[in-house]
T-cell receptor, first 113, second 112 residues
C-alpha cells in the first residue's frame, strides 16, 4: 500500500536554507506534491513535480526527486520567519484513485531570527 | 473563483448533540474529500466522492459519522451523536480527477 514518511521537526536560522525530506513507497506515483499549512489555515499547494522529472525550481523553492530511492525533498532558500509552518508531502498514484492523495504526517518548520 | 468554502468556521457543541459541517467545492471539480486533523493523529482522510458518488469511506471512524453529496456543489459531514474525542479541525478539499487538491479553510469543532 501507499505510505509517506517525513521527519516531524526542522529548526533553522533566518537566512539559511531549509531542506525538508520525504520518502514514499508507491512506485506508481505520478505526481508528488508539497503543501504548506500556516497556523489556523488550510493546506495550501506550494509546488508539485511530475514523476518523470528529477528537479523543479520555483523562485526560492527547489524540489528534488530520486525515483530510485523514492525520496523527495523540498529546499527553501533564504528561509524567512514567514516560512514557519507545517509542510506536507503527498503522492498521487493515479489510476482509479480518483484524485486521492496520500499525505505524510507533516514537518513543522521553525525559523529563528 | 472563491475557492473551497466551508461552514461554519468554528463550532462548539455539547456531547451528544448532532453536528453538521458543510462544504462547497470549487465549481467544475468532480472529486471531493473530507479530512480530519488532530495533534495526535495528524491529517486523516475520512471519505471521498467522485461525481457525487462515495468512492471510499474506510476512513470514517465510526457509524456516528456520515457524509453526503446530494449534488456537485454541496457536501455535508454529519456527526450524531458527537463526543469530545471528535474535537478536531475538519477540512474539505476538491479537485479534478488527477489534478491538485484545493483545501478549504477548515471547521474547528469543539465538543464539550
Amino acid at each position: 500500500g501507499e505510505d509517506v514518511e517525513q521527519s516531524l521537526f526542522l529548526s533553522v536560522r533566518e537566512g539559511d536554507s531549509s531542506v525538508i525530506n520525504c520518502t514514499y513507497t508507491d512506485s506508481s506515483s505520478t505526481y508528488l506534491y508539497w503543501y504548506k499549512q500556516e497556523p489556523g489555515a488550510g493546506l495550501q499547494l506550494l509546488t508539485y513535480i511530475f514523476s518523470n522529472m528529477d528537479m523543479k525550481q520555483d523562485q526560492r523553492l527547489t524540489v528534488l526527486l530520486n525515483k530510485k530511492d523514492k525520496h523527495l525533498s523540498l529546499r527553501i532558500a533564504d528561509t524567512q520567519t514567514g516560512d514557519s509552518a507545517i509542510y506536507f508531502c503527498a503522492e498521487y498514484a493515479g489510476g482509479t484513485s480518483y484524485g486521492k492523495l496520500t499525505f505524510g504526517q507533516g514537518t513543522i518548520l521553525t525559523v529563528h531570527p | 473563483d472563491a475557492g473551497v468554502i466551508q461552514s461554519p468556521r468554528h463550532e462548539v457543541t455539547e456531547m451528544g448533540q448532532e453536528v453538521t459541517l458543510r462544504c462547497k467545492p470549487i465549481s467544475g471539480h468532480n472529486s471531493l474529500f473530507w479530512y480530519r486533523q488532530t495533534m495526535m493523529r495528524g491529517l486523516e482522510l475520512l471519505i471521498y466522492f467522485n461525481n457525487n458518488v462515495p468512492i471510499d469511506d474506510s476512513g470514517m471512524p465510526e457509524d456516528r459519522f456520515s457524509a453526503k453529496m446530494p449534488n456537485a456543489s454541496f457536501s455535508t459531514l454529519k456527526i450524531q451523536p458527537s463526543e469530545p474525542r471528535d474535537s478536531a479541525v475538519y477540512f474539505c478539499a476538491s479537485s479534478l480527477v488527477s489534478d491538485t487538491q484545493y483545501f478549504g479553510p477548515g471547521t474547528r469543532l469543539t465538543v464539550l
